[in-house]
T-cell receptor, first 114, second 114 residues
Framework: QQPVQSPQAVILREGEDAVINCSSS?????VHWYRQKHGEAPVFLMILLKGGEQKGHEKISASFNEKKQQSSLYLTASQLSYSGTYFC???????????????FGKGTKLTVNP | DTEVTQTPKHLVMGMTNKKSLKCEQHMGHRAMYWYKQKAKKPPELMFV???????INESVPSRFSPECPNSSLLNLHLHALQPEDSALYLC?????????????FGNGTRLTVT
């Protein structure tokens, strides 16, 4: 079951904040976040595991609400380098270790302008 | 620089050709993956190898044949492909399978089938 990301696209000026959401209709064990720049490989940002822990990476943080089956990615004081497409990947529960099948959302294209 | 190396970077092949894509990692990861990515779409899982054994085949047509000769290498053998198979093929690795293990992607092979 593919997670649903919103919004599909965001345009920011440098220094502005943004929130990207990822929701699933099924129970989740974990949520992954990746960023892919044009013509490059997706790059891992962070994983959030069942338990609601908030993770951080530079000025990017994320939360995971397992009851709502959704995660949000927070980009604070955006930089030009944040531009790219952000994918969430969700992982249904399988025993305690999640499954092997990470399913990606359709992506959110973030553009940061000077 | 990515720690997962894919060759070749670009490949053009006819529908009657046989070619192979190669992927290598030296991070000691025991899980390796093939993903297919069409333009402006998320990566789609094709195959998962765990400890050098095929653990997931996402109903991929037999014209795609994966091989994992050892824990560092992953191949994708291609034969009698169709034009709609043109895409970016991404290899990824992770320390193990399971939802708490981040994916490390290679830069991909851009395949064009003529």
């Amino acid at each position: 079951q593919q997670p649903v990301q919103s919004p599909q696209a965001v345009i920011l000026r440098e220094g502005e904040d943004a929130v990207i959401n990822c929701s699933s209709s099924k129970a989740l064990y974990s949520v992954h976040w990746y960023r892919q720049k044009h013509g490059e490989a997706p790059v891992f940002l962070m994983i959030l595991l069942k338990g609601g822990e908030q993770k951080g990476h530079e000025k990017i943080s994320a939360s995971f609400n397992e009851k709502k089956q959704q995660s949000s990615l927070y980009l604070t004081a955006s930089q030009l380098s944040y531009s790219g497409t952000y994918f969430c990947g969700t992982d249904p529960p399988f025993t305690q270790g999640g499954s092997e099948k990470l399913v990606f959302g359709k992506g959110t294209k973030l553009t940061v302008n000077p | 620089d990515t720690e997962v190396t894919q060759t070749p970077k670009h490949l053009v092949m006819g529908m009657t050709n046989k070619k192979s894509l190669k992927c290598e990692q030296h991070m000691g990861h025991r899980a390796m993956y093939w993903y297919k990515q069409k333009a402006k779409k998320p990566p789609e899982l094709m195959f998962v190898y765990s400890y050098e054994k095929l653990s997931i085949n996402e109903s991929v047509p037999s014209r795609f044949s994966p091989e994992c000769p050892n824990s560092s290498l992953l191949n994708l053998h291609l034969h009698a492909l169709q034009p709609e198979d043109s895409a970016l093929y991404l290899c990824a690795s992770s320390p193990r399978t399971g939802g708490n293990s981040p994916l490390h992607f290679g830069n991909g092979t851009r395949l064009t089938v003529t």
